[in-house]
């Protein structure tokens, strides 16, 4: 499951229209991102010191590789908070940008926390909860939630996120699942699915905070009022979609969560 957009090919902080990841309205000069793009690193470390940095490593299940974000100047938002960022954790970061350091180092230069969201799991753990709630999705029935199981009768329904269930055999192995970890995350990481496996509008601007969302969606809009007429079309190309009555929908492997779509981000 391919769910973020490596670091070195995100887009340069110092050059952001050298990528297809922006475009810039000629008439006011404004710079806005193309389609939303999402970076997703295990936390390793974490300073405080003159400003915040948090090493992640990029990774885990392939190397050792690691790489750190720079926050500079950022604005406290609802939906954040910098006792959730601990080592283990896992990291999201929505319109990332890479930028090389003044000690030759290649990390992200972060000043937007409104675009951040961090899971109380490793990486390894959040993937494979991601994997099952794609699975059960897919199914468009009632599954257990549990790693290889395909019971479908009987099932118990988590009461706090309702949207996982657990066979009488496995209702005990919230653990190992994941879910006793990201229960209460559930609801963010079905959007994040949204964003990488399904329907994304083009004149939105995507935030896990929900004022900051709807602020940017009106500025993106506006500009989107006043692109060339062939960039629908290029936009079409580059993502894979297809016109569906007023909105632009990527081709979905996932059920449409519309009432996600709608918290988060404001077209």
Known sequence: MELATPLHALPS????LASTHYRINSKTSEIFPTYP?????????????????????????????????????CQNVSSFSWEKVVPGSTIAILYAQQK??????????????????????????????????????ESRSCVCFKDD???????????SCRTVYF????????????????????TEILWMMELTFGCTAQNAFYAFDK?????MSNLVKKGMEETPSDFNESLMERM??????????VNLTLESISELDERFCKH
Not at 44 to 72: K, M, N, Q
Not at 167 to 186: E, Q, V, Y
Not at 243 to 249: A, F, M, R, V, Y
Request: hydrophobic share 35%; charged share 20%.
């Open 240 to 249: 894979n979609v297809w016109p569906e009555g007023d909105d632009l929908i």
């Open 167 to 186: 066979c009488s055999a496995h209702r005990m192995d919230l653990w190992s699942s994941g879910h006793n970890r990201l229960c209460g995350n559930t």
């Open 13 to 16: 902080y110092n050059q952001p």
């Open 100 to 137: 090389r350091f003044s000690d030759g180092s290649l990390g992200i230069r972060q000043s937007d926390l409104s675009t951040i969201q961090v899971f109380p799991a490793q990486i390894k753990m959040l993937m494979r909860y991601m994997s099952n709630l794609k699975f059960v999705m």
């Open 37 to 73: 793009w999402l970076f997703v690193a295990e936390i390793r470390s974490v300073h405080f010191h003159i400003r915040p940095r948090v090493t992640v490593v990029l990774s885990p299940e392939v190397s050792d590789e690691t790489a750190t974000i720079h926050f500079y100047e």
């Open 149 to 159: 199981c395909k019971v479908t009768q009987k099932l118990e329904r988590c009461s």
């Open 211 to 215: 004022r900051e969302a709807c602020e």
